[in-house]
């Protein structure tokens, strides 16, 4: 009942979670009017590429617009990068460019039964060279003569007459046409070091709940631009529109390259919009100044999203 308590509010998000999850946002760099780190209290720092996704307005454009992070009412913290799907946010290893992921739906349980795996498809994410994948095959209709005699069933999910298995993906045994007889196959995740590298099926059927217990770890690479932008005390930041990076600058100002760049674009607030216009703050005579507005619009596949408009240039 708490899960499903927990996946209602998420889903209701938009609604529910704007002014009850606001409070529980920790931010830890004053010193930024614009994008820092921050934390859920029981959660890592949060920074670029990732950001939090229930601000007011949700700053979008402090990070890769997937890596959109929630703050859970009990501190925790909730990344949903395809909808409908959640996982706790355990660790996030900025020097690594990894993070580390445990499914919403199964965590906590001795005997946990894979819904997922984790589709990465085309999010800017990898998976680690510390996971290793399984494959579980459900309700499965096996008989004496048909069923591997040495391959263990998960007893703690038979189902009247059906078992189900798990095998390292790819290790399946021979001889049985599991695709054919089994009524479902799920593919997860999990961490090396959680399964014995002797055990075979008889270590997996006792060793799985806990690795996926344990979660999973991903990485992202970070790009040279950020690594100059950060190297100058800056943060860096992401045009969802344009797909370019930003360096935000501690003076306020927001940079396409690093902040000691003289070009910059000024972050001005307003009461419609925010405005991002360009600066120079050498001799501007002869040059060009360009005015970008950034408009918050309302997605229904979003909560929020941001739309970088030229609006106009002009001459001095």
């Known amino acids: 009942m708490l899960k499903l308590a927990l996946f209602f509010l998420l889903v209701l998000f938009p609604l529910l979670f704007h002014s009850s999850l606001g409070n529980n946002i920790i931010n830890t760099t004053s010193s930024s009017t614009l994008c820092g780190t921050k934390s859920c209290p029981n959660g890592p720092n949060i920074s670029y590429p990732f950001w939090l996704s229930h601000g007011s307005p949700p700053q979008e454009y402090c990070g890769y617009p997937e890596f959109g992070l929630i703050c859970l009412d009990d501190g925790n913290t909730i990344f949903s990068p395809p909808p409908?799907?959640?996982?706790?946010?355990?660790?996030?290893?900025?020097?690594?460019?990894?993070?580390k992921l445990i499914d919403f739906d199964t965590t906590n349980q001795t005997c946990p039964r894979a819904l997922h795996g984790f589709p990465i498809g085309n999010l800017p994410l990898s998976h680690s060279s510390l996971n290793l994948n399984l494959s579980f095959y459900y309700n499965c209709s096996t008989s004496t003569t048909s069923h591997p005699s040495n391959v263990p069933d998960i007893s703690c999910l038979r189902q009247g007459s059906k078992e189900s298995f798990v095998f390292l993906k790819g290790n399946e045994s021979k001889g049985f046409d599991w695709s054919e007889r089994c009524e479902e196959n799920v593919d997860v995740t999990v961490m090396k070091d959680e399964i014995s590298s002797n055990g075979g099926e008889y270590g997996l059927v006792s060793e799985f709940g806990r690795a996926m217990n344990e979660g999973f770890v991903l990485e992202w690479e970070t790009e040279q631009t950020c690594k100059e932008c950060e190297a100058s005390e800056g943060y860096c930041g992401?045009?969802?529109?344009?797909?370019?990076?930003?360096?935000?600058?501690?003076?306020?100002?927001?940079?396409?390259?690093?902040?000691?760049?003289?070009?910059?674009?000024?972050?001005?607030?307003?009461?419609?919009?925010?405005?991002?216009?360009?600066?120079?703050?050498?001799?501007?005579?002869?040059?060009?100044?360009?005015?970008?507005?950034?408009?918050?619009?309302?997605?229904?596949?979003?909560?929020?999203?941001?739309?970088?408009?030229?609006?106009?240039?002009?001459?001095?």
Do not use: P
């Not at 409908?84 to 993070?99: A, E, M, R, W």
């Not at 501690?250 to 991002?276: E, F, I, P």
């Open 84 to 99: 409908g799907l959640y996982y706790y946010v355990k660790h996030i290893d900025y020097d690594n460019h990894s993070i």
């Open 238 to 316: 992401y045009s969802s529109t344009n797909k370019q990076i930003l360096c935000f600058c501690k003076d306020g100002t927001v940079r396409t390259d690093n902040c000691r760049d003289n070009n910059s674009v000024k972050y001005v607030k307003s009461s419609n919009s925010s405005q991002l216009a360009t600066s120079h703050e050498d001799n501007c005579k002869g040059k060009q100044e360009q005015v970008v507005e950034i408009n918050y619009r309302f997605n229904s596949c979003r909560n929020w999203s941001i739309t970088y408009n030229m609006h106009h240039t002009l001459h001095f």
